[in-house]
């Protein structure tokens, strides 16, 4: 497969998508998504081919999950390796080596000094699951603050905290009781909806609902938690003043709460640091991590400071976690990310970042460009003073740029998010802003 070069041979859907595609909708659960019509063949480093012989260039990773590319051979290797050994026998009950050896490698990168242990899961959705039993079983107190904008997961515990899209609660409640929701601080939009002429600064305005909760209807004293993303991801890529989180964790130091912060999507060298919180220098109790932890792998981990992991013998487990291939491929994944990946991450998406700001200047409907590392978001507006997000606009350029060969996915609002893997090189970054810039034109010529 050609490296750098997106190539479209059959206008997307091909013929064999399109049977696919049919096959899909014929029986499988309504409820998923499908954001637009790839049909994956294959896939190495950048590119994805479909299965009728395009190829794409990946933007989005798999939301974010193929950190060292598609199929990087020395994640293949390690997973082929581990099979040849033996496929399971329940890291809750017995030992094996990969197993100790991540959870020491995971406990010794996590931010902070404090010894720490690793409980390892399946997903990222199992880690918030496990992390509200083992905050709640800790503190012995009930409520939980969350964000608005937040994503943590689809199971129950999961979406009881989410804030981001209501699709993702709609139909399932009575929900988890005790979830207080506040503001996170947005420098670009205001998070309690002031008009940007009206708008203090975002700190202040995403504190003021916690100054009332906190005097009208809600203890300190009787949270057990607070769950953030430092970056939001599905939230819209937003990166939060340092102040803000640093209050966060303020309140959980002088309140006896738990700080957990949620890097599943912000973690494992995307930003340009191994954790999103190496950037703000500011250590939470409880990591949350998955997604690019494993290359694609299923696996999870909930790193926790070990006087906060004090939940008793047998009140968790999981049958699966920790399985022997997913922490094989993990271990290689983490040897690729110290060793080149999170620097590239840094240097690539510096240059990412500088693009996609020379579009703003070309683009008036692009409002904001912000990232760290490869974890990258551009905001579409209406207006760039009145910041009216281009409502509409997103899924419409998802499918422009995938036609041409670029595979994107939006977020927020009216966000796109450049989430490649960590292994593009310049030239991808270029071709990707190519097609992007190409996509705009022609969905500004259409309207």
Same mark, same amino acid.
């Given at each position: 497969m050609a490296? $750098?070069?997106?190539?479209?041979?059959?206008?997307?859907?091909?013929?064999?998508?399109?049977?696919?595609?049919?096959?899909?909708?014929?029986?499988?659960?309504?409820?998923?998504?499908?954001?637009?019509?790839? #049909?994956?063949?294959?896939?190495?480093?950048?590119?994805?081919?479909?299965?009728?012989? $395009?190829? !794409?260039?990946?933007?989005?990773?798999?939301?974010?999950?193929?950190?060292?590319?598609?199929?990087?051979? $020395?994640? #293949?290797?390690?997973?082929?390796?581990?099979?040849?050994?033996?496929?399971?026998?329940?890291?809750?009950?017995f030992y094996y080596a990969g197993f100790s050896r *991540?959870?020491?490698?995971?406990?010794?990168?996590?931010?902070?000094?404090?010894?720490?242990?690793?409980? *390892?899961?399946?997903?990222?959705?199992?880690?918030?699951?496990?992390?509200?039993?083992?905050?709640?079983?800790?503190?012995?107190?009930q409520n939980i603050i969350a964000f608005r904008g937040g994503f943590h997961g689809r199971t129950m515990g999961a979406i009881s905290l989410n804030s981001s899209k209501v699709r993702y609660r709609a139909g399932f409640g009575p929900l988890l009781p005790g979830v207080y929701h506040l503001p996170y601080a947005d420098p670009y939009h205001c998070s309690v909806g002031h008009k940007p002429s009206e708008c203090g600064d975002p700190l202040s305005c995403a504190l003021e609902e916690a100054d009332s909760? !906190?005097?009208?209807?809600?203890?300190?004293?009787?949270?057990?938690?607070? !769950?953030?993303?430092?970056?939001?991801?599905?939230?819209?890529?937003?990166?939060p003043p340092r102040e803000f989180l640093q209050y966060w964790r303020d309140f959980c130091d002088e309140h006896g709460a738990v700080l957990v912060f949620d890097e599943v999507q912000s973690g494992m060298g995307r930003t340009g640091h191994m954790f999103a919180a190496d950037m703000f220098d500011i250590a939470p109790d409880v990591t949350?991590?998955?997604?690019?932890?494993?290359?694609?792998?299923? *696996?999870?981990?909930?790193?926790?400071?070990?006087?906060?992991?004090?939940?008793?013998?047998?009140?968790?487990?999981?049958? !699966?976690g920790g399985n022997p291939v997913c922490c094989a491929a993990a271990e290689a994944t983490l040897d690729l990310i110290e060793q080149s990946l999170m620097k590239n991450a840094a240097r690539v998406g510096a240059k990412l970042i500088e693009g996609a700001r020379a579009l703003q200047q070309k683009h008036d409907i692009i409002g904001d460009v912000r990232g760290a590392g490869l974890m990258i978001g551009i905001t579409f507006v209406r207006d760039r003073i009145t910041k009216e997000p281009y409502h509409g606009l997103v899924p419409e350029l998802e499918l422009a740029a995938f036609k041409r060969g670029l595979l994107l996915l939006g977020c927020g609002r009216s966000t796109i998010r450049l989430a490649p893997p960590l292994v593009i090189d310049e030239e991808d970054a270029a071709n990707g802003l190519r097609i992007l810039d190409e996509a705009l034109m022609e969905l500004r010529v259409a309207a």
């Open positions: 490296k $750098n070069y997106p190539y479209i041979a059959t206008p997307p859907p091909g013929p064999n998508a399109r049977r696919i595609i049919a096959l899909d909708q014929a029986y499988s659960s309504p409820s998923y998504i499908k954001e637009y019509p790839l #049909v994956v063949e294959r896939g190495e480093g950048p590119m994805i081919e479909d299965v009728d012989g $395009n190829r !794409f260039l990946d933007f989005m990773a798999g939301i974010a999950v193929a950190s060292t590319g598609h199929s990087h051979p $020395n994640v #293949v290797a390690a997973i082929e390796a581990a099979a040849h050994k033996f496929l399971h026998i329940c890291a809750t009950d *991540l959870c020491e490698r995971l406990a010794r990168l996590a931010p902070g000094p404090e010894p720490k242990r690793v409980f *390892l899961t399946n997903s990222g959705t199992e880690a918030t699951e496990g992390a509200i039993k083992l905050v709640r079983a800790h503190t012995k107190r909760l !906190f005097h009208e209807r809600l203890d300190p004293s009787e949270v057990a938690a607070v !769950f953030m993303e430092p970056i939001l991801g599905e939230g819209g890529y937003i990166i949350l991590l998955a997604k690019g932890l494993a290359s694609g792998m299923p *696996l999870g981990a909930i790193i926790a400071k070990e006087s906060v992991m004090t939940w008793g013998r047998g009140s968790h487990g999981s049958t !699966f």
